[in-house]
């Protein structure tokens, strides 16, 4: 006996294929479609655009890799203070923080200024020359400077040496 309902079968055949090619879709590209949704909906000004503008063409992309270590970005100067003057400098004190997690201690750079902000020189303090642990995670670092009588003002800025 022949179906009674041939279109309705065909129709349903159609929808079934559909439906079908959609889920393919979606499960090969559920990661992308979550993190799209997940960054619209949670307004994320720092999420990867993954759109171009008309007369783009595809070379015009290009990528800034971080590297895999010692990367300056994930480091932290907080909490500086100084402390009353002594017969071989000023105590200089802050927390140096590791928000990554494969950085090693990093050289630390001292910029000396006089009171217009001109800086007058540089002091760099590499990482054997101040006592830290073994893990780089939180460390209060303490650096002694003898200021020349022009300068008053500094600043402490990590930074990786350039590997030769």
């Known amino acids: 006996m022949k179906s ?7 129709i349903l055949y159609f929808v079934l294929s559909i439906l079908f090619i959609v889920g393919i879709f979606v499960y090969n590209y559920r990661f992308e479609i979550v993190d799209n949704v997940a960054d619209t909906l949670g307004n994320n000004p720092l999420a990867v655009k993954r759109t171009m503008a008309d007369g783009d063409v ?5 990528y800034n890799l971080r590297p895999e270590r010692n990367d300056i970005g994930f480091i932290r100067v907080t909490n500086l203070r100084t402390g009353p003057p002594g017969s071989t400098g000023i105590p200089v004190n802050f927390l140096l923080t590791n ?3 494969s950085n090693d201690f990093p050289s630390i750079r001292l910029v000396m200024q006089t009171r217009a902000g001109r800086q007058t020189r540089e ?19 303490e650096i002694m400077v003898s200021p020349r009588s022009e300068e008053f003002n500094f600043t402490v800025q990590p930074f990786y040496p350039p590997k030769l």
């Open 99 to 101: 928000e990554g997690d």
């Open 123 to 141: 002091i760099i303090i590499g990482p054997r020359e101040y006592v830290h642990a073994e893990k780089f995670e939180k460390q209060t670092v």
């Open 58 to 62: 595809v070379t015009n992309f290009h």
């Open 4 to 10: 009674d309902f041939p279109l309705l079968k065909k």
